[in-house]
């Protein structure tokens, strides 16, 4: 096993031919000792590459059980890397999920709620909050971002990831849905996007940086972009031997679904599957530059998704595998997510049923780097133990808000331990055409009191409630998860709701901005 310090190689062999326990050094151990050289040898510091799927279900990878879906990278990410089975996004749609991503926050904290933000949208992830950008800068670290953001537009493109600290950008500054695509190519030679997407808006473009590239996107070509930008990236932070954070939030599999040649037809699941090769296909393309540079050794790879499949899509939307609901819900369907941490020589093959968030990605990747927290209230904790030494996870609970968090009803669940309690439930138009009747929308908010109470090792689809007459010691823990529950909300600030500061189809980005009449004439 080597560790790498500046232009020293270091070699630890395990002593194969010793018969003593005394002299054997396990996997474990040399973990420990790579981490810790590369923790004290500021010249080569780890590199991150963190990959965020849109709309991803917990049974949409073949790696996590789904018959027909074809992602052999991602599998490869799986057998050599860490599975996690209990991983939780933040909230069950796309803007609040990423706030809570790259700040360590929940998004009640840094007020990317209710719902999502629009090409118009006055507010944004506040620029005082941290990201993990503006965490690695410091310490020298490049950073680039590819794909999907959907944190914000604002005026002058005061959101974009490059105001946040990211270097560079290439992408969609919002969902690839958000404005008009019924005529629109989304596989070739020239199949039409399946639906209409938002209308009255601009056509969704593609941006470098601040400036717009492309109006309308070409999807066909935007893939092969995307991977050439990623892997152009790569390559000259290794040529400079500069530590590197890529963050590529894809846009796949979110409806519509699109994939150029390399990927329509060739998978087994239609559109969706063929999109999803398509996200497999520039992973392939990631690992394989991270092994021609010579830096995969000293890379952390991270993969997860925003929330859970758009279950209303049908086909088109996605799988929740074994897990209740959906996209828009806080049962398991909308916030459980698939994830595989991957790093060849420090984290070892496995699978680990310990709890995890994608909040706990920054505190992690501060860790990891020697980099300092951000001094504000965090919701992360570092997850280094899990993903070296297969251990405990600091984490002992979990948060579950609705689309629409407010003070009025706080948290509607809260899982400690293997068990999650139910304070509130309710259906989304998003979790629709699926025969469970607690999935769409007409499944109204309903309070339960007492909570309804799951034990989600033995029955993780939340199919069958506990009952306190049957099970009397369960009111012990009741009480410690409304305790927990009650600290936790008290100790809840939330912060100015980005979200309702509205719209204005001005702020919406368009390559000619003194053009008429708009939206339409917002093309390039």
Not at 11 to 28: A, G, H, R, V
Not at 65 to 92: K, V
Not at 490 to 499: H, L, T
């Amino acid at each position: 096993m080597t560790f790498c310090c500046g232009s020293s190689l270091f070699t630890s062999q395990f002593l194969i031919l010793s018969k003593t326990k005394e002299d054997k050094m396990d996997f474990c151990l040399l973990a420990f000792l790579n981490l810790l050289l590369f923790s004290t040898c500021s010249s080569s510091p780890p590199n991150f590459v963190l990959l965020f799927a849109d709309d991803l279900g917990f049974g949409d990878l073949s790696c996590f059980g789904h018959p027909s879906s074809l992602t052999p990278n991602l599998d490869r990410l799986a057998a050599a890397g860490l599975r996690f089975t209990d991983f939780y996004c933040t909230s069950p749609v796309c803007s609040p999920s990423r706030a809570s991503l790259l700040t360590g926050r929940y998004q009640t904290r840094s007020g990317v709620y209710p719902g999502v933000l629009y090409p118009g949208s006055r507010g944004g992830l506040p620029l005082n909050e941290t990201t993990i950008a503006e965490v690695l800068k410091p310490l020298g670290y490049a950073t680039a971002a590819i794909g999907k953001w959907h944190l914000g537009f604002g005026a002058n493109g005061m959101f974009l990831p490059t105001k946040q600290g990211f270097d560079q950008y290439l992408g969609i500054p919002y969902s690839h849905d958000m404005g008009p695509c019924w005529n629109l190519t989304c596989f070739p030679p020239d199949v039409k996007c399946f639906g209409v997407c938002d209308v009255g808006t601009v056509t969704v473009p593609l941006m470098h940086n601040e400036v717009i590239k492309q109006q309308p996107v070409n999807f066909l070509d935007l893939e092969r972009a995307y991977s050439d930008f990623a892997t152009n990236f790569i390559t000259t932070s290794a040529k400079k031997k500069q530590p590197f954070f890529l963050y590529y939030p894809s846009h796949h599999t979110h409806y519509p679904q699109y994939a150029g040649p390399g990927a329509a037809g060739r998978s087994l699941r239609g559109p969706f599957g063929d999109a999803l090769l398509e996200l497999d296909n520039t992973i392939g393309n990631l690992l394989a530059t991270l092994e021609e540079t010579g830096v995969i050794n000293n890379t952390l790879v991270f993969f997860t998704s925003d929330n859970g499949p758009e279950l209303m899509r049908m086909s088109r939307g996605g799988n929740s595998g074994p897990l209740k609901c959906g996209k828009g819900t806080t049962y398991e369907g909308g916030m459980r997510e698939p994830a595989i941490a991957y790093w060849p020589g420090t984290i070892r093959p496995g699978v680990t049923h310990e709890m995890a968030s994608t909040l706990d990605i920054l505190p992690t990747i501060a860790g990891l780097a020697g980099a300092k927290l951000p001094q504000v209230m965090l919701d992360g904790v570092d997850m280094t133990d899990i993903l070296i030494n297969q251990g405990k996870s600091k984490r002992e609970t979990m948060m579950f808000y609705p689309t629409d968090p407010s003070e009025k009803y706080g948290l509607f669940a809260l899982r400690l331990g293997k068990y999650k309690a139910h304070f509130y439930t309710r259906g989304a138009t998003h979790s629709s055409t699926t025969p469970d009747h607690d999935c769409p929308a007409f499944a109204v908010l309903k309070a339960h009191d007492p909570p309804a109470m799951y034990d989600l090792e033995a029955d993780p689809s939340e199919n069958y409630p506990l009952s306190l007459e049957e099970r009397p010691d369960l009111q012990a823990v009741l009480e410690q998860i409304k305790n927990v529950k009650e600290k936790f909300e008290a100790s809840m600030v939330f912060g100015e709701s980005q979200i309702s500061k509205g719209t204005d189809p001005n702020l919406a980005p368009c390559c000619n901005p003194q053009c008429i009449p708009r939206p339409s004439c917002c093309h390039c």
